[in-house]
Protein backbone atom coordinates (compact mmCIF):
# COMPACT_ATOMS: atom_id res chain seq x y z
CA UNK A 1 0.00 0.00 0.00
CA UNK A 2 1.43 3.27 -0.41
CA UNK A 3 1.16 6.01 2.07
CA UNK A 4 -2.58 7.48 0.20
CA UNK A 5 -3.98 4.40 0.61
CA UNK A 6 -2.71 3.69 4.40
CA UNK A 7 -3.80 6.84 5.12
CA UNK A 8 -7.72 5.95 3.76
CA UNK A 9 -7.73 2.69 5.04
CA UNK A 10 -6.78 4.36 8.89
CA UNK A 11 -9.32 6.93 8.22
CA UNK A 12 -11.87 3.99 7.38
CA UNK A 13 -10.81 2.40 10.34
CA UNK A 14 -11.96 5.66 12.53
CA UNK A 15 -8.68 5.86 13.76
CA UNK A 16 -7.98 9.02 11.97
CA UNK A 17 -11.09 11.20 12.42
CA UNK A 18 -9.26 14.87 12.37
CA UNK A 19 -9.04 17.17 9.31
CA UNK A 20 -6.64 16.12 6.51
CA UNK A 21 -4.21 19.14 5.79
CA UNK A 22 -0.46 17.13 6.30
CA UNK A 23 -1.70 13.40 6.10
CA UNK A 24 0.08 11.51 3.19
CA UNK A 25 1.59 14.46 1.87
CA UNK A 26 2.81 14.75 -1.75
CA UNK A 27 -0.40 13.28 -2.40
CA UNK A 28 -3.62 15.06 -4.31
CA UNK A 29 -6.63 15.91 -1.71
CA UNK A 30 -9.82 16.58 -2.89
CA UNK A 31 -13.23 18.05 -2.12
CA UNK A 32 -16.01 15.67 -2.21
CA UNK A 33 -19.98 16.21 -3.76
CA UNK A 34 -22.45 13.56 -4.30
CA UNK A 35 -25.52 14.84 -6.00
CA UNK A 36 -28.60 12.79 -7.21
CA UNK A 37 -28.23 11.39 -10.74
CA UNK A 38 -31.08 13.99 -11.71
CA UNK A 39 -28.92 16.63 -10.76
CA UNK A 40 -25.39 15.49 -12.35
CA UNK A 41 -25.81 17.11 -15.54
CA UNK A 42 -26.69 20.36 -14.07
CA UNK A 43 -23.51 20.46 -11.82
CA UNK A 44 -21.07 18.80 -14.36
CA UNK A 45 -21.75 21.62 -16.31
CA UNK A 46 -21.01 23.78 -13.34
CA UNK A 47 -18.32 22.32 -12.92
CA UNK A 48 -16.68 22.61 -16.79
CA UNK A 49 -18.26 26.43 -17.19
CA UNK A 50 -16.20 27.09 -13.46
CA UNK A 51 -13.15 25.14 -13.77
CA UNK A 52 -10.88 27.29 -11.56
CA UNK A 53 -13.76 26.71 -8.61
CA UNK A 54 -14.47 23.93 -9.46
CA UNK A 55 -11.10 21.80 -10.86
CA UNK A 56 -12.38 18.20 -12.04
CA UNK A 57 -10.34 15.44 -10.78
CA UNK A 58 -12.61 12.65 -11.28
CA UNK A 59 -16.72 12.29 -11.79
CA UNK A 60 -17.54 8.57 -10.09
CA UNK A 61 -21.04 8.05 -11.90
CA UNK A 62 -20.81 4.16 -11.09
CA UNK A 63 -20.69 3.06 -7.42
CA UNK A 64 -18.64 4.53 -4.71
CA UNK A 65 -15.16 3.71 -5.67
CA UNK A 66 -13.17 6.25 -7.01
CA UNK A 67 -11.33 4.01 -9.50
CA UNK A 68 -9.00 6.45 -11.77
CA UNK A 69 -7.70 8.11 -8.50
CA UNK A 70 -7.75 6.21 -5.89
CA UNK A 71 -7.55 2.51 -6.30
CA UNK A 72 -9.40 0.43 -3.73
CA UNK A 73 -11.39 3.61 -2.50
CA UNK A 74 -14.88 3.58 -0.95
CA UNK A 75 -16.34 7.00 -1.02
CA UNK A 76 -18.60 6.32 1.69
CA UNK A 77 -15.95 5.40 4.78
CA UNK A 78 -12.78 7.16 3.22
CA UNK A 79 -13.15 10.70 4.15
CA UNK A 80 -13.04 11.30 8.12
CA UNK A 81 -16.34 13.62 8.33
CA UNK A 82 -19.27 14.36 5.67
CA UNK A 83 -22.33 16.81 6.12
CA UNK A 84 -25.20 15.48 4.64
CA UNK A 85 -28.50 17.58 3.46
CA UNK A 86 -31.68 16.34 3.83
CA UNK A 87 -34.17 17.93 2.76
CA UNK A 88 -32.81 21.21 3.75
CA UNK A 89 -31.87 20.27 7.01
CA UNK A 90 -28.39 19.60 7.97
CA UNK A 91 -26.10 16.63 10.08
CA UNK A 92 -22.39 15.01 10.49
CA UNK A 93 -21.64 11.71 9.72
CA UNK A 94 -18.26 9.55 9.67
CA UNK A 95 -19.73 7.21 7.35
CA UNK A 96 -22.77 7.82 4.65
CA UNK A 97 -23.70 4.08 3.81
CA UNK A 98 -26.68 4.66 5.47
CA UNK A 99 -27.65 7.36 2.80
CA UNK A 100 -25.71 6.17 -0.08
CA UNK A 101 -27.44 4.63 -2.90
CA UNK A 102 -27.37 3.93 -6.76
CA UNK A 103 -28.52 7.26 -7.27
CA UNK A 104 -25.92 9.00 -6.25
CA UNK A 105 -23.21 10.55 -7.82
CA UNK A 106 -19.83 11.86 -7.24
CA UNK A 107 -17.83 14.56 -7.82
CA UNK A 108 -13.98 14.91 -6.60
CA UNK A 109 -12.58 18.36 -6.89
CA UNK A 110 -9.20 19.56 -6.48
CA UNK A 111 -7.87 21.31 -3.36
CA UNK A 112 -6.16 24.33 -2.61
CA UNK A 113 -3.13 21.93 -0.14
CA UNK A 114 -1.50 20.98 -3.67
CA UNK A 115 -0.32 24.60 -4.73
CA UNK A 116 0.03 25.69 -0.57
CA UNK A 117 2.80 22.87 -0.60
CA UNK A 118 4.48 24.04 -3.64
CA UNK A 119 4.09 27.75 -2.44
CA UNK A 120 6.32 26.49 0.69
CA UNK A 121 8.39 24.43 -0.96
CA UNK A 122 9.56 27.94 -2.73
CA UNK A 123 10.10 29.25 0.44
CA UNK A 124 7.26 31.49 -0.02
CA UNK A 125 5.18 32.45 3.14
CA UNK A 126 1.56 31.05 3.44
CA UNK A 127 0.41 32.93 6.34
CA UNK A 128 -2.32 30.88 7.78
CA UNK A 129 -0.26 27.79 7.87
CA UNK A 130 2.63 30.07 9.51
CA UNK A 131 -0.17 30.78 12.26
CA UNK A 132 -1.75 27.14 12.67
CA UNK A 133 -5.10 28.39 11.54
CA UNK A 134 -7.52 27.94 9.08
CA UNK A 135 -7.51 29.76 5.40
CA UNK A 136 -9.85 33.01 5.31
CA UNK A 137 -12.60 32.52 2.88
CA UNK A 138 -14.45 35.37 1.16
CA UNK A 139 -18.24 35.81 -0.62
CA UNK A 140 -17.27 37.59 -3.38
CA UNK A 141 -19.16 39.87 -6.64
CA UNK A 142 -17.83 38.06 -9.49
CA UNK A 143 -20.48 35.77 -9.94
CA UNK A 144 -19.84 32.05 -11.25
CA UNK A 145 -21.40 31.33 -14.20
CA UNK A 146 -24.76 29.26 -13.70
CA UNK A 147 -26.24 26.05 -14.61
CA UNK A 148 -29.29 24.94 -14.84
CA UNK A 149 -30.24 24.77 -10.99
CA UNK A 150 -26.46 25.90 -9.94
CA UNK A 151 -25.78 29.31 -9.13
CA UNK A 152 -24.24 31.61 -6.58
CA UNK A 153 -21.12 33.83 -5.92
CA UNK A 154 -17.41 32.99 -6.32
CA UNK A 155 -15.88 32.42 -2.76
CA UNK A 156 -11.98 33.05 -2.92
CA UNK A 157 -9.30 31.98 -0.27
CA UNK A 158 -7.00 35.16 1.11
CA UNK A 159 -3.56 34.99 0.88
CA UNK A 160 -1.61 38.16 1.57
CA UNK A 161 2.37 37.83 -0.13
CA UNK A 162 5.09 40.38 0.14
CA UNK A 163 4.74 42.62 -3.17
CA UNK A 164 8.05 41.33 -4.52
CA UNK A 165 7.29 37.57 -4.39
CA UNK A 166 3.92 38.33 -6.12
CA UNK A 167 4.91 37.45 -9.37
CA UNK A 168 6.22 34.58 -8.18
CA UNK A 169 3.69 33.08 -6.37
CA UNK A 170 1.35 33.85 -9.43
CA UNK A 171 3.73 31.53 -11.66
CA UNK A 172 3.66 28.92 -9.23
CA UNK A 173 -0.09 28.96 -8.52
CA UNK A 174 -0.86 28.92 -11.83
CA UNK A 175 1.20 25.47 -12.67
CA UNK A 176 -1.62 23.34 -10.53
CA UNK A 177 -4.94 24.14 -13.00
CA UNK A 178 -6.14 21.02 -10.81
CA UNK A 179 -5.83 23.08 -7.23
CA UNK A 180 -7.82 25.68 -8.12
CA UNK A 181 -4.99 27.23 -10.98
CA UNK A 182 -3.34 30.62 -10.48
CA UNK A 183 -5.39 33.55 -8.82
CA UNK A 184 -8.58 35.65 -9.53
CA UNK A 185 -7.70 38.89 -8.03
CA UNK A 186 -4.52 40.75 -7.17
CA UNK A 187 -5.02 43.88 -4.96
CA UNK A 188 -7.89 46.08 -3.63
CA UNK A 189 -10.19 43.88 -2.03
CA UNK A 190 -13.00 46.31 -2.98
CA UNK A 191 -12.33 45.40 -6.14
CA UNK A 192 -14.07 42.08 -5.62
CA UNK A 193 -16.92 43.23 -3.38
CA UNK A 194 -14.66 43.07 0.16
CA UNK A 195 -15.17 45.45 2.53
CA UNK A 196 -12.99 44.04 6.03
CA UNK A 197 -10.28 41.42 5.36
CA UNK A 198 -10.73 41.05 9.12
CA UNK A 199 -14.01 39.75 8.41
CA UNK A 200 -13.84 36.59 6.63
CA UNK A 201 -17.19 34.46 5.42
CA UNK A 202 -15.77 31.49 6.66
CA UNK A 203 -12.34 30.17 8.52
CA UNK A 204 -9.73 32.66 10.18
CA UNK A 205 -8.37 36.46 10.05
CA UNK A 206 -5.06 36.74 9.17
CA UNK A 207 -2.78 39.81 9.19
CA UNK A 208 -1.67 41.72 6.57
CA UNK A 209 1.62 43.79 6.67
CA UNK A 210 2.59 46.65 4.94
CA UNK A 211 4.25 45.83 2.14
CA UNK A 212 2.05 43.25 1.31
CA UNK A 213 -0.56 42.57 -1.54
CA UNK A 214 -3.74 40.53 -0.92
CA UNK A 215 -3.64 37.83 -3.19
CA UNK A 216 -7.37 36.37 -3.96
CA UNK A 217 -7.85 32.47 -5.33
CA UNK A 218 -10.81 30.52 -6.14
CA UNK A 219 -12.40 28.69 -3.41
CA UNK A 220 -13.75 25.04 -3.06
CA UNK A 221 -16.77 26.81 -0.44
CA UNK A 222 -17.93 28.39 -4.36
CA UNK A 223 -19.78 24.45 -5.75
CA UNK A 224 -20.74 23.74 -1.84
CA UNK A 225 -22.65 27.08 -1.52
CA UNK A 226 -24.43 26.33 -5.31
CA UNK A 227 -24.81 22.38 -4.15
CA UNK A 228 -26.84 24.18 -0.83
CA UNK A 229 -28.56 26.60 -2.49
CA UNK A 230 -29.96 24.30 -4.84
CA UNK A 231 -33.06 22.93 -2.92
CA UNK A 232 -31.55 19.24 -3.95
CA UNK A 233 -33.47 16.96 -1.66
CA UNK A 234 -30.27 15.25 -0.73
CA UNK A 235 -26.80 16.41 -0.81
CA UNK A 236 -23.61 14.86 0.65
CA UNK A 237 -20.21 16.79 1.12
CA UNK A 238 -17.17 16.37 2.93
CA UNK A 239 -16.88 18.64 5.99
CA UNK A 240 -14.34 21.84 5.96
CA UNK A 241 -10.89 20.57 6.12
CA UNK A 242 -11.71 16.88 5.95
CA UNK A 243 -10.69 15.56 2.36
CA UNK A 244 -10.54 12.68 0.40
CA UNK A 245 -7.03 11.34 0.10
CA UNK A 246 -6.00 10.68 -3.96
CA UNK A 247 -3.31 8.33 -5.03
CA UNK A 248 -2.74 10.95 -7.78
CA UNK A 249 0.94 13.13 -6.73
CA UNK A 250 0.57 16.39 -5.76
CA UNK A 251 3.31 17.75 -8.11
CA UNK A 252 3.14 19.76 -10.82
CA UNK B 1 -21.39 42.25 -37.95
CA UNK B 2 -18.30 40.97 -37.36
CA UNK B 3 -16.87 38.30 -40.45
CA UNK B 4 -18.72 34.89 -38.32
CA UNK B 5 -21.45 36.68 -38.04
CA UNK B 6 -22.36 37.58 -41.32
CA UNK B 7 -21.28 33.70 -42.67
CA UNK B 8 -23.80 32.24 -40.56
CA UNK B 9 -26.38 34.61 -41.75
CA UNK B 10 -25.47 33.25 -44.81
CA UNK B 11 -25.61 29.97 -44.40
CA UNK B 12 -29.02 30.55 -42.55
CA UNK B 13 -30.40 32.34 -46.08
CA UNK B 14 -29.61 29.32 -47.72
CA UNK B 15 -27.02 31.06 -50.12
CA UNK B 16 -23.49 29.31 -48.80
CA UNK B 17 -25.01 25.53 -48.77
CA UNK B 18 -21.52 23.60 -49.10
CA UNK B 19 -18.46 22.82 -46.58
CA UNK B 20 -17.58 25.26 -44.70
CA UNK B 21 -13.52 24.95 -44.73
CA UNK B 22 -11.89 28.00 -45.49
CA UNK B 23 -15.36 30.77 -44.80
CA UNK B 24 -15.06 33.39 -42.28
CA UNK B 25 -11.01 32.59 -41.77
CA UNK B 26 -9.64 33.54 -38.51
CA UNK B 27 -12.52 32.36 -36.61
CA UNK B 28 -12.86 28.60 -34.41
CA UNK B 29 -15.16 25.96 -35.89
CA UNK B 30 -16.82 23.48 -34.13
CA UNK B 31 -18.57 20.09 -34.63
CA UNK B 32 -22.07 20.14 -33.14
CA UNK B 33 -23.81 17.07 -31.18
CA UNK B 34 -27.64 17.40 -29.89
CA UNK B 35 -28.67 14.85 -27.54
CA UNK B 36 -31.58 14.20 -25.27
CA UNK B 37 -31.94 15.34 -22.19
CA UNK B 38 -31.62 11.76 -20.75
CA UNK B 39 -28.49 11.49 -22.15
CA UNK B 40 -26.71 15.11 -21.78
CA UNK B 41 -24.59 13.99 -18.56
CA UNK B 42 -23.50 10.68 -20.03
CA UNK B 43 -22.38 12.68 -23.23
CA UNK B 44 -20.54 15.66 -20.97
CA UNK B 45 -19.24 13.02 -18.68
CA UNK B 46 -17.34 11.37 -22.45
CA UNK B 47 -16.78 14.69 -23.10
CA UNK B 48 -14.56 15.37 -19.79
CA UNK B 49 -13.13 12.23 -19.72
CA UNK B 50 -11.99 12.40 -23.48
CA UNK B 51 -10.76 15.57 -23.87
CA UNK B 52 -8.63 15.24 -26.83
CA UNK B 53 -10.91 13.78 -29.15
CA UNK B 54 -13.93 16.05 -27.44
CA UNK B 55 -12.88 19.66 -26.84
CA UNK B 56 -15.64 21.35 -25.28
CA UNK B 57 -16.08 24.89 -26.43
CA UNK B 58 -19.28 25.65 -25.15
CA UNK B 59 -22.64 23.43 -23.72
CA UNK B 60 -26.35 25.39 -24.64
CA UNK B 61 -28.44 23.44 -22.10
CA UNK B 62 -31.14 25.87 -22.83
CA UNK B 63 -32.38 26.92 -26.12
CA UNK B 64 -30.91 27.23 -29.49
CA UNK B 65 -28.14 30.22 -29.18
CA UNK B 66 -25.19 29.85 -28.38
CA UNK B 67 -24.53 32.63 -26.44
CA UNK B 68 -21.03 32.39 -25.24
CA UNK B 69 -19.48 31.81 -28.61
CA UNK B 70 -21.95 32.99 -31.07
CA UNK B 71 -24.11 35.87 -29.75
CA UNK B 72 -26.98 35.53 -32.00
CA UNK B 73 -26.75 32.07 -33.60
CA UNK B 74 -29.45 29.58 -33.73
CA UNK B 75 -28.12 26.38 -33.98
CA UNK B 76 -31.27 24.61 -35.43
CA UNK B 77 -30.28 26.43 -38.70
CA UNK B 78 -26.73 28.11 -38.66
CA UNK B 79 -24.69 25.17 -40.10
CA UNK B 80 -25.46 24.30 -43.72
CA UNK B 81 -25.77 20.47 -43.71
CA UNK B 82 -27.37 18.39 -40.92
CA UNK B 83 -27.28 14.39 -40.02
CA UNK B 84 -30.74 13.56 -37.73
CA UNK B 85 -30.80 10.21 -36.56
CA UNK B 86 -34.15 9.05 -35.51
CA UNK B 87 -34.80 5.72 -33.93
CA UNK B 88 -31.77 4.49 -36.11
CA UNK B 89 -32.64 5.55 -39.75
CA UNK B 90 -30.34 8.63 -40.68
CA UNK B 91 -31.49 11.56 -42.76
CA UNK B 92 -29.96 14.62 -44.28
CA UNK B 93 -31.36 18.20 -43.71
CA UNK B 94 -30.16 21.88 -43.86
CA UNK B 95 -32.33 22.85 -41.59
CA UNK B 96 -33.33 20.79 -38.35
CA UNK B 97 -36.03 23.16 -36.71
CA UNK B 98 -38.80 20.11 -37.07
CA UNK B 99 -36.83 17.77 -35.22
CA UNK B 100 -35.13 20.56 -32.75
CA UNK B 101 -37.23 20.72 -29.55
CA UNK B 102 -36.57 22.69 -25.71
CA UNK B 103 -35.56 18.57 -24.19
CA UNK B 104 -32.61 18.62 -27.19
CA UNK B 105 -29.02 19.39 -25.41
CA UNK B 106 -26.51 20.86 -27.65
CA UNK B 107 -22.41 20.02 -27.62
CA UNK B 108 -20.01 22.70 -29.58
CA UNK B 109 -16.87 20.62 -29.73
CA UNK B 110 -13.38 22.42 -31.49
CA UNK B 111 -12.18 20.67 -34.69
CA UNK B 112 -8.72 20.77 -36.10
CA UNK B 113 -9.19 23.73 -38.60
CA UNK B 114 -7.63 26.04 -36.13
CA UNK B 115 -4.57 24.42 -35.97
CA UNK B 116 -4.27 23.77 -39.58
CA UNK B 117 -4.43 27.53 -40.00
CA UNK B 118 -1.75 27.84 -37.74
CA UNK B 119 0.54 24.91 -39.27
CA UNK B 120 -0.19 26.86 -42.72
CA UNK B 121 0.84 29.76 -41.15
CA UNK B 122 3.87 29.00 -39.46
CA UNK B 123 5.11 27.79 -43.42
CA UNK B 124 4.30 23.31 -41.98
CA UNK B 125 3.03 21.64 -44.94
CA UNK B 126 -0.42 20.14 -44.56
CA UNK B 127 -0.51 16.82 -47.18
CA UNK B 128 -4.73 16.83 -47.42
CA UNK B 129 -4.87 20.90 -47.83
CA UNK B 130 -1.80 20.72 -50.41
CA UNK B 131 -3.86 18.07 -52.58
CA UNK B 132 -7.38 19.87 -51.85
CA UNK B 133 -9.01 16.72 -50.81
CA UNK B 134 -10.33 15.36 -47.21
CA UNK B 135 -8.00 14.91 -44.40
CA UNK B 136 -7.73 11.16 -44.04
CA UNK B 137 -9.32 9.45 -40.63
CA UNK B 138 -8.64 5.94 -39.04
CA UNK B 139 -10.40 3.94 -36.43
CA UNK B 140 -7.63 3.16 -33.98
CA UNK B 141 -7.24 0.32 -31.46
CA UNK B 142 -6.84 3.08 -28.65
CA UNK B 143 -9.80 2.73 -26.90
CA UNK B 144 -11.82 6.24 -25.63
CA UNK B 145 -12.74 5.87 -21.52
CA UNK B 146 -16.27 4.87 -21.82
CA UNK B 147 -19.13 6.96 -20.11
CA UNK B 148 -22.70 5.64 -19.24
CA UNK B 149 -23.89 4.57 -22.63
CA UNK B 150 -21.37 6.31 -24.81
CA UNK B 151 -17.88 4.25 -25.20
CA UNK B 152 -16.66 3.18 -28.47
CA UNK B 153 -12.97 3.15 -30.47
CA UNK B 154 -10.74 7.05 -31.02
CA UNK B 155 -10.80 8.23 -34.25
CA UNK B 156 -8.06 9.73 -35.02
CA UNK B 157 -6.79 11.98 -37.95
CA UNK B 158 -3.50 11.20 -40.53
CA UNK B 159 -0.94 13.84 -41.27
CA UNK B 160 2.65 13.24 -42.50
CA UNK B 161 5.52 15.53 -41.92
CA UNK B 162 9.00 15.92 -42.73
CA UNK B 163 10.66 14.03 -40.11
CA UNK B 164 12.95 17.30 -38.96
CA UNK B 165 9.79 19.50 -38.68
CA UNK B 166 8.05 16.93 -36.19
CA UNK B 167 8.92 19.11 -33.13
CA UNK B 168 7.82 22.24 -34.69
CA UNK B 169 4.55 20.72 -35.43
CA UNK B 170 3.81 19.40 -31.84
CA UNK B 171 4.78 22.68 -30.31
CA UNK B 172 2.40 24.47 -32.58
CA UNK B 173 -0.27 21.72 -32.53
CA UNK B 174 -0.02 21.46 -28.42
CA UNK B 175 -0.91 25.35 -27.89
CA UNK B 176 -4.17 24.56 -29.61
CA UNK B 177 -6.14 22.59 -26.89
CA UNK B 178 -9.54 23.55 -28.20
CA UNK B 179 -8.68 22.31 -31.41
CA UNK B 180 -8.22 18.15 -30.50
CA UNK B 181 -4.25 19.48 -29.00
CA UNK B 182 -0.69 17.94 -29.67
CA UNK B 183 -1.16 13.98 -31.57
CA UNK B 184 -1.79 11.40 -29.55
CA UNK B 185 0.52 9.13 -32.01
CA UNK B 186 3.30 9.60 -33.51
CA UNK B 187 5.46 7.17 -36.15
CA UNK B 188 4.64 3.40 -36.67
CA UNK B 189 0.79 3.23 -37.85
CA UNK B 190 0.80 -0.21 -36.71
CA UNK B 191 0.96 0.45 -32.89
CA UNK B 192 -2.35 2.37 -32.94
CA UNK B 193 -3.91 -0.98 -35.17
CA UNK B 194 -3.88 0.79 -38.90
CA UNK B 195 -2.24 -1.95 -40.81
CA UNK B 196 -2.98 -0.04 -44.26
CA UNK B 197 -2.28 3.84 -44.61
CA UNK B 198 -3.64 4.03 -47.65
CA UNK B 199 -7.26 2.61 -46.64
CA UNK B 200 -8.72 5.59 -44.39
CA UNK B 201 -11.96 4.89 -42.83
CA UNK B 202 -13.47 8.28 -43.45
CA UNK B 203 -11.81 10.58 -45.64
CA UNK B 204 -9.48 10.72 -48.85
CA UNK B 205 -6.05 8.87 -48.84
CA UNK B 206 -3.09 11.19 -48.60
CA UNK B 207 0.64 9.76 -49.80
CA UNK B 208 3.81 9.89 -47.24
CA UNK B 209 7.11 10.83 -48.43
CA UNK B 210 10.30 8.66 -47.84
CA UNK B 211 11.39 11.44 -45.55
CA UNK B 212 8.42 11.64 -43.77
CA UNK B 213 6.87 10.13 -40.40
CA UNK B 214 3.47 9.30 -40.02
CA UNK B 215 1.44 11.78 -37.31
CA UNK B 216 -2.02 11.12 -35.99
CA UNK B 217 -4.24 13.53 -33.94
CA UNK B 218 -7.64 12.83 -31.64
CA UNK B 219 -10.60 13.23 -34.52
CA UNK B 220 -14.48 14.83 -33.66
CA UNK B 221 -15.47 11.43 -35.72
CA UNK B 222 -15.31 9.97 -32.02
CA UNK B 223 -17.71 11.33 -30.45
CA UNK B 224 -20.13 11.19 -33.72
CA UNK B 225 -19.24 7.24 -33.83
CA UNK B 226 -20.27 7.35 -29.78
CA UNK B 227 -23.21 8.67 -30.37
CA UNK B 228 -23.98 6.85 -33.25
CA UNK B 229 -23.98 3.73 -31.56
CA UNK B 230 -25.25 4.28 -28.02
CA UNK B 231 -28.43 3.89 -29.43
CA UNK B 232 -30.67 7.01 -28.63
CA UNK B 233 -33.84 7.65 -30.10
CA UNK B 234 -32.88 11.27 -31.42
CA UNK B 235 -29.36 12.67 -32.39
CA UNK B 236 -28.45 15.61 -34.66
CA UNK B 237 -25.05 16.40 -35.38
CA UNK B 238 -23.20 18.28 -37.84
CA UNK B 239 -22.79 16.78 -41.76
CA UNK B 240 -18.78 16.12 -41.67
CA UNK B 241 -17.23 19.71 -42.85
CA UNK B 242 -20.48 21.60 -42.76
CA UNK B 243 -19.32 23.16 -39.31
CA UNK B 244 -20.72 25.82 -36.77
CA UNK B 245 -18.77 29.23 -37.24
CA UNK B 246 -18.51 30.67 -33.95
CA UNK B 247 -17.20 33.97 -32.92
CA UNK B 248 -13.78 33.06 -30.92
CA UNK B 249 -10.76 34.30 -32.54
CA UNK B 250 -8.83 30.99 -33.79
CA UNK B 251 -5.42 32.20 -32.66
CA UNK B 252 -3.90 30.46 -29.57
Chains 1, 2 share one sequence.
Not at 19 to 46: E, H, K, Y
Not at 205 to 225: H, K, R, S, Y
Request: net charge negative.
Amino acid sequence: MNPAQETRQRIRDGSLPGPTAGLAPGFVQTNLVMVPRSAAFDFLLFCTRNPKPCPLIEVVDNGYEAKASASGSDLRKDLPRYRVMLNGSEESAEDVTPWWDDDMVSFLLGCSFSFEAALIRAGLPVRHIELGCNVPMFITSHESIPAGIFSGPTVMTFRPMPAHLVDKTIEITEQYPHAHGGPLHVGDPAEIGISDLTQPDFGDAVPIGDNEVPMFWACGVTPQLAVFNAGLDKVITHDPGHMFITDISDLA
